[in-house]
């Protein structure tokens, strides 16, 4: 089977292939992404040896470009991580969240259309990387309560109302068009080659050189951690799997405030909580994400593999032993980029 990976030079996307590429010998994965500031072709570098596995550099708000590689490749499944995944981001330049996230993700279903129309080929699934934070928010007193998938959309910034809008036209096309579609809806994921730009990375990289922690607000707002390697183990599960039309919740049932997080980390690089830095809060910042992972559970056997702690540990180690992959982010200067293998574009 061939599978078509957008996004796979982010975070999730290159622990996903580094996941599967291995695991699955006989099937193909081709790489889409843009390498946008968030796209490190570092992150998937050594895949490039591997012989089910190739790397296109494409734009999925390109339309025709898309459809181009769709019928030369004429992909199986096809599953969609890009896209601009910043909240703080989105609140600056919230235009562009709107083209990335909701027409990029309708220019790849339109490309699987055309390319079946045409009587070029036929997919099996389009997988939308969706998140929990199309749910909104839950209160901080009110522990009992969990998003889940029957949970009403109720976005609060330009970054998850973009996901949400993304949705809705992926359950749209699936209706319309009979699109085999499902959706899964993660929590904060955490773990090796995240972009040092959200909390956990931003946290560690800064505690190393022992500088200010910025802490938004009051750091009482709640996320529920989960490790990228099971969020991904979840998503192979529902594209190969899971229902057609289908959403499936997928979270870590590990809740943490964000200063509770913050003082896990300082603990485990054995720095002083002074580095912590109360700054102004994020506008419009959700309170609490706390996820119901049943339906995943019952229906495809879905477990976690990694504790909080556990994970964690191994995450900070990573960051601690991969130093220079965060000072080529911050300068710049990659040790080695895909223009140094192909040609300048
Ligand atoms: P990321 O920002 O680390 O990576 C995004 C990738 O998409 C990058 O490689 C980037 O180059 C690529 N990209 C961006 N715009 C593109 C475009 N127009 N064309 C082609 N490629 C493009 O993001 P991430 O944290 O790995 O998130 C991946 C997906 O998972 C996103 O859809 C996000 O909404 C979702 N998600 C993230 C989390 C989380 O905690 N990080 C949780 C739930 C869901
Ligand atoms: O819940 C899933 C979502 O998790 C994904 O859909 C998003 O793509 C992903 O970015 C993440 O969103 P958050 O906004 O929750 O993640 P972030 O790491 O930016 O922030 C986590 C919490 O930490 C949040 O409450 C804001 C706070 N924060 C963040 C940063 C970067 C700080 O207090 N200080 C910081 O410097």
Request: proline share 4%; aromatic share 12%.
């Amino acid at each position: 089977m061939k599978f078509v990976i957008t996004g796979g030079a982010g975070f999730i996307g290159s622990n996903y292939l580094h996941y599967v590429v291995n695991k699955y010998p006989d099937d193909e994965f081709i790489c889409i992404d843009a390498l946008t500031y968030a796209g490190n072709y570092n992150n998937i570098k050594d895949l490039s040896s591997m012989s089910n596995f190739k790397f296109i550099k494409a734009n999925i708000c390109d339309r025709e470009k898309i459809i181009d590689i769709f019928k030369q490749e004429k992909p199986d499944y096809i599953i969609n991580f890009a896209a601009e995944s910043h909240v703080d981001n989105s609140i600056k330049n919230p235009n562009l969240f709107v083209e990335t996230n909701i027409i990029g993700t309708m220019n790849l279903m339109n490309a699987a259309r055309i390319i079946q129309d045409e009587g070029i080929h036929k997919i099996k699934r389009f997988h939308q990387v969706s998140t929990d934070e199309v749910y909104g928010d839950l209160p901080l007193d009110r522990p009992d309560l969990l998003f889940t998938e029957n949970t009403p959309i109720h976005t609060s910034s330009p970054y998850s109302a973009s996901k949400a809008g993304a949705d809705l036209q992926v359950l749209a096309y699936a209706r319309t068009y009979k699109l085999p579609v499902t959706i899964s809806r993660c929590s904060n994921n955490y773990g090796p080659y995240q972009f040092p730009e959200k909390l956990i990375p931003v946290v560690i990289s800064k505690a190393l050189k022992d500088e200010p922690i910025p802490v938004y607000g009051t750091g009482e707002n709640i996320r529920d951690w989960i490790h990228v390697y099971d969020h991904n183990v979840g998503i192979d599960l529902i594209v190969r799997n899971g229902k057609e039309g289908n959403i499936y919740n997928l979270g870590g049932h590990s809740e943490k405030t964000n200063l509770e997080l913050v003082k896990i980390i300082l603990k485990e690089l054995n720095k002083p909580e002074s580095l912590i830095t109360f700054v102004t809060d994020r506008p419009g910042h959700d309170l609490r994400y706390a996820i119901d992972s049943t339906k995943v559970e019952k229906e495809l056997g879905w477990t976690r593999t990694y504790s909080f702690e556990e994970g964690i540990k191994s995450t900070i180690e990573w960051y601690v032993q991969n130093q220079e992959w965060i000072d080529d982010i911050k300068s710049g200067k990659y040790k080695y980029s895909y223009e140094d293998n192909n040609e300048k574009e």
